[in-house]
């Protein structure tokens, strides 16, 4: 089995980064839920609050490789355009808009993912920077670690959607 350098490609951005991704939001997401004041000891609220820290920030620059390699790595060979007598299979954007029937594909999934994907590393690295700012005061107010917990999850559906939507538009039309 051999892989081409755009596939390579694909799957640092898809699956290696957006694994690393998933299991540190999936980190972070307990951490904070579980970082409570009445279950841990002073010592344990220290420790806990440097490991939950290094995780919210692993996660926020997860989300930022992710985002910055489909942008600059992935993206462009999806927007490249066909010259004259080019086969369109080459080309994912100009066979998405040949037809009228993949054509929502690229105006609405593609429009999502350029733009409300840029949105999530900021909200990320917002949640990372109030940790690191907040302390073990996150341990004390509920509505603090709730708060954050509501901007993680915000964040990580607007990953997920633009996830699924890049899934499905490599299926209908794969960059190879």
């Known amino acids: ?65 992710t985002v910055i390699s489909g942008t600059f ?33 690229h105006s609405f999934g593609m429009e999502w993912k350029e733009h409300i994907g840029w949105l999530s590393p900021f909200i990320f690295t917002a949640v990372a920077y109030i940790a690191s700012m907040s302390g073990e005061t996150i341990a004390k107010n509920e509505y603090l670690r709730k708060a954050l917990m509501l901007l993680l999850s915000l964040a990580f559906i607007s990953v997920a959607v633009a996830a699924l939507l890049g899934a499905l538009i490599t299926k209908k039309a794969p960059i190879i």
């Open 1 to 65: 089995m051999e892989l081409t350098t755009k596939e390579i490609f694909g799957l640092l951005h898809g699956i290696v980064l957006g694994s690393l991704f998933l299991l540190s939001f999936g980190a972070s997401f307990v951490w904070l839920r579980s970082y409570n004041q009445e279950l841990l000891s002073e010592e344990g609220r220290i420790i806990r609050n440097k490991r939950m820290q290094a995780v919210i920030w692993f996660l926020a620059l997860m989300c930022w490789f």
């Open 73 to 105: 790595i992935t993206y462009p060979w999806y927007r490249a355009v066909p010259k004259e007598g080019d086969l369109l299979i080459n080309y994912p954007q100009a066979l998405l808009k040949a037809s009228k029937n993949t054509s929502s594909w």
